[in-house]
């Protein structure tokens, strides 16, 4: 199809702000949103820290229609769907305003644990009650089945499903087109938004609402990042934990936040009028198949999938004049992405600004490719490119332009964000100026 | 409404099932007056019946299998056409049956 897929609208939800124009003025300002965790006792936790949502509970279920539907979200499906009807607000695309068959979503979800902490607490009393209660300090299967069920709201349960997400939004925006959640951790955001562009290029769909949510504070999944020593540590200075390509970096901060765009058919945003914000030029997805947790030294894999798209949009290297880096701040990413960053660009790598805004907001998991993306797209619109704060000293690896602790003014045309996902699952997406 | 008042804790059942209808459906507790249909007129659906029956439960410290209130609307509400029928009189009428259970 030669037809362009323009991005009209973007909604999220992250620890520095919400909605486009609050997480812009963050970016610009160099913001962080990470402090010490609030959401749960974390006393004694190796990793005490974590970049937790700014907005009241209550503040975004006001997003939510029918608000009965909170009942069955969990906190990372509340997040999807507020940023769902922020980016529907931004793009004025009115309901009705495209034939529902022709709406679809792709959302990426289900990142490590469950996000609902009611549930994993009652599940946890359940199971401790009936180790007291049977007497032998174990797991008693039948007894902990009797107290969950005896305790347990059936509607809970269905907050554990990490596709709902994608319901809840397609139910709220009578979205009867395809719907698929993808899966793929640290890349999934990107890759949802990716798929999206595919849908409407393929013919299958004139309006897609793509992007990913996470809300991976809670304490199976600080845990569960902290024993594999992905973690910082940086447990008291918090706003200084997250320094993607510093010396002095040691893991990243896990965060928790959506980020969703529309994505139109090019006539089909023409015929209403649409402020388009940018064109989604081209999109590349490769995987590793090397480790589970480390990535190829030689970033082949990374290198491949940053070609793929720009191959994919018909951009040069040289066209390129922003990245937005998967930038995560643990001691392996940072350098071996920078390798994947010289492979694929050559030598205009060292002259393109790159920037980690994981430095700010910190890691949101399945919904960081789509925040990043959306950072992105401020840089193509806002005049400045965000910055990667706490760049204090940079690695002896780490030699490209990182945009270090301050925005820069600048009127980037082209820009790309990458995610490189545990499991060796990489994509890019690269958007240009309409 | 019910003729009689019967009592939960010192409560008016009545009231008490209107508050926890309002508490599921998500709707102010004016909303459900007598006669209103839960899902024709406040949107229940069908788990909403299921979050309902669990409050019950908890609210008037009984074991209610779902399956009991599922039986209760056939033997009380035969005949289909559930959206318009089921109304808070109905709730309550099961609220009743289930405390009266010996």
Same mark, same amino acid.
């Given at each position: 199809?030669?037809?362009?897929?323009?991005?009209?609208?973007?909604?999220?939800?992250?620890?520095?702000?919400?909605?486009?124009?609050?997480?812009?003025?963050?970016?610009?300002?160099?913001?962080?949103?990470?402090?010490?965790?609030?959401?749960?006792?974390?006393?004694?936790?190796?990793?005490?820290?974590?970049?937790?949502?700014?907005?009241?509970?209550?503040?975004?279920?006001?997003?939510?229609?029918?608000?009965?539907?909170?009942?069955?979200?969990?906190?990372?499906?509340?997040?999807?769907?507020?940023?769902?009807?922020?980016?529907?607000?931004?793009?004025?695309?009115?309901?009705?305003?495209?034939?529902?068959?022709?709406?679809?979503?792709?959302?990426?979800?289900?990142?490590?644990?469950?996000?609902?902490?009611?549930?994993?607490?009652?599940?946890?009393?359940?199971?401790?009650?009936?180790?007291?209660?049977?007497?032998?300090?174990?797991?008693?299967?039948?007894?902990?089945?009797?107290?969950?069920?005896?305790?347990?709201?059936?509607?809970?349960?269905?907050?554990?499903?990490?596709?709902?997400?994608?319901?809840?939004?397609?139910?709220?925006?009578?979205?009867?087109?395809?719907?698929?959640?993808?899966?793929?951790?640290?890349?999934?955001?990107?890759?949802?938004?990716?798929?999206?562009?595919?849908?409407?290029?393929?013919?299958?769909?004139?309006?897609?609402?793509?992007?990913?949510?996470?809300?991976?504070?809670?304490?199976?999944?600080?845990?569960?990042?902290?024993?594999?020593?992905?973690?910082?540590?940086?447990?008291?200075?918090?706003?200084?934990?997250?320094?993607?390509?510093?010396?002095?970096?040691?893991?990243?901060?896990?965060?928790?936040?959506?980020?969703?765009?529309?994505?139109?058919?090019?006539?089909?945003?023409?015929?209403?009028?649409?402020?388009?914000?940018?064109?989604?030029?081209?999109?590349?997805?490769?995987?590793?198949?090397?480790?589970?947790?480390?990535?190829?030294?030689?970033?082949?894999?990374?290198?491949?999938?940053?070609?793929?798209?720009?191959?994919?949009?018909?951009?040069?290297?040289?066209?390129?004049?922003?990245?937005?880096?998967?930038?995560?701040?643990?001691?392996?990413?940072?350098?071996?992405?920078?390798?994947?960053?010289?492979?694929?660009?050559?030598?205009?790598?060292?002259?393109?600004?790159?920037?980690?805004?994981?430095?700010?907001?910190?890691?949101?998991?399945?919904?960081?490719?789509?925040?990043?993306?959306?950072?992105?797209?401020?840089?193509?619109?806002?005049?400045?490119?965000?910055?990667?704060?706490?760049?204090?000293?940079?690695?002896?690896?780490?030699?490209?332009?990182?945009?270090?602790?301050?925005?820069?003014?600048?009127?980037?045309?082209?820009?790309?964000?990458?995610?490189?996902?545990?499991?060796?699952?990489?994509?890019?997406?690269?958007?240009?100026?309409? | 409404?019910?003729?009689?008042?019967?009592?939960?804790?010192?409560?008016?059942?009545? %009231? +008490?099932?209107? *508050? $926890?209808?309002?508490?599921?459906?998500?709707?102010?507790? #004016? !909303?459900?007056? &007598? /006669?209103?249909? =839960?899902?024709?007129?406040?949107?229940?659906?069908?788990?909403?019946?299921?979050?309902?029956?669990?409050?019950?439960?908890? %609210? +008037?410290?009984? *074991? $209610?299998?779902?399956?009991?209130?599922?039986?209760?609307? #056939? !033997?009380?509400? &035969? /005949?289909?056409? =559930?959206?318009?029928?089921?109304?808070?009189?109905?709730?309550?009428?099961?609220?009743?049956?289930?405390?009266?259970?010996?």
């Amino acid at each position: 199809m030669t037809e362009r897929v323009a991005v009209t609208g973007a909604g999220v939800v992250t620890p520095i702000g919400c909605g486009y124009e609050a997480y812009r003025d963050g970016l610009r300002a160099g913001q962080s949103g990470c402090g010490p965790i609030t959401r749960f006792d974390c006393a004694g936790l190796d990793t005490r820290i974590a970049a937790e949502v700014c907005e009241a509970d209550a503040a975004l279920e006001a997003w939510v229609e029918p608000r009965k539907a909170v009942k069955t979200m969990s906190r990372a499906a509340l997040f999807a769907v507020a940023a769902a009807a922020m980016a529907r607000r931004h793009a004025g695309l009115e309901r009705g305003g495209a034939d529902p068959a022709r709406v679809a979503v792709v959302m990426g979800a289900g990142g490590m644990g469950p996000t609902d902490l009611d549930l994993l607490a009652t599940q946890v009393q359940a199971a401790i009650d009936a180790a007291r209660d049977g007497g032998t300090g174990a797991w008693d299967i039948p007894t902990f089945a009797r107290l969950f069920a005896g305790r347990t709201n059936p509607l809970a349960t269905l907050r554990g499903l990490p596709n709902l997400a994608a319901a809840h939004v397609a139910i709220q925006h009578d979205a009867r087109g395809p719907n698929a959640t993808i899966t793929t951790a640290c890349c999934a955001g990107t890759q949802a938004i990716g798929e999206g562009l595919r849908l409407i290029q393929r013919g299958d769909a004139d309006v897609v609402l793509a992007g990913g949510t996470d809300a991976a504070v809670n304490p199976v999944a600080v845990l569960g990042f902290s024993l594999l020593g992905t973690l910082s540590r940086r447990n008291d200075e918090p706003a200084r934990a997250s320094r993607p390509f510093d010396r002095g970096r040691d893991g990243f901060v896990v965060g928790e936040g959506a980020g969703v765009v529309v994505l139109e058919r090019e006539a089909f945003a023409r015929a209403r009028g649409a402020r388009v914000l940018a064109e989604l030029a081209g999109y590349g997805l490769t995987c590793d198949a090397y480790r589970i947790t480390d990535e190829r030294p030689d970033a082949d894999g990374a290198a491949r999938a940053i070609s793929a798209c720009l191959a994919d949009a018909g951009l040069a290297p040289r066209e390129v004049e922003y990245v937005n880096a998967h930038g995560t701040g643990t001691r392996m990413n940072d350098v071996t992405e920078t390798r994947a960053l010289v492979r694929s660009l050559g030598p205009c790598a060292g002259v393109i600004p790159v920037s980690s805004t994981k430095s700010m907001i910190g890691h949101l998991l399945a919904a960081a490719g789509a925040v990043e993306l959306v950072a992105a797209i401020v840089a193509l619109r806002e005049g400045f490119v965000p910055p990667t704060i706490n760049l204090e000293a940079p690695d002896m690896e780490c030699d490209l332009d990182y945009v270090p602790n301050v925005a820069r003014p600048a009127t980037p045309a082209s820009a790309l964000s990458t995610s490189f996902g545990f499991g060796g699952q990489n994509a890019c997406l690269a958007i240009r100026r309409w | 409404m019910s003729g009689d008042t019967t009592l939960v804790n010192g409560r008016a059942l009545d %009231a +008490l099932v209107r *508050e $926890i209808v309002a508490e599921v459906l998500v709707v102010p507790a #004016e !909303a459900v007056v &007598p /006669g209103v249909a =839960l899902m024709r007129d406040l949107g229940a659906e069908s788990i909403d019946f299921m979050d309902l029956v669990f409050r019950l439960e908890e %609210a +008037l410290e009984l *074991e $209610i299998p779902y399956a009991r209130w599922q039986r209760f609307l #056939e !033997a009380h509400l &035969p /005949g289909g056409q =559930l959206a318009a029928r089921i109304t808070p009189a109905v709730v309550e009428a099961f609220a009743a049956a289930e405390l009266a259970r010996p």
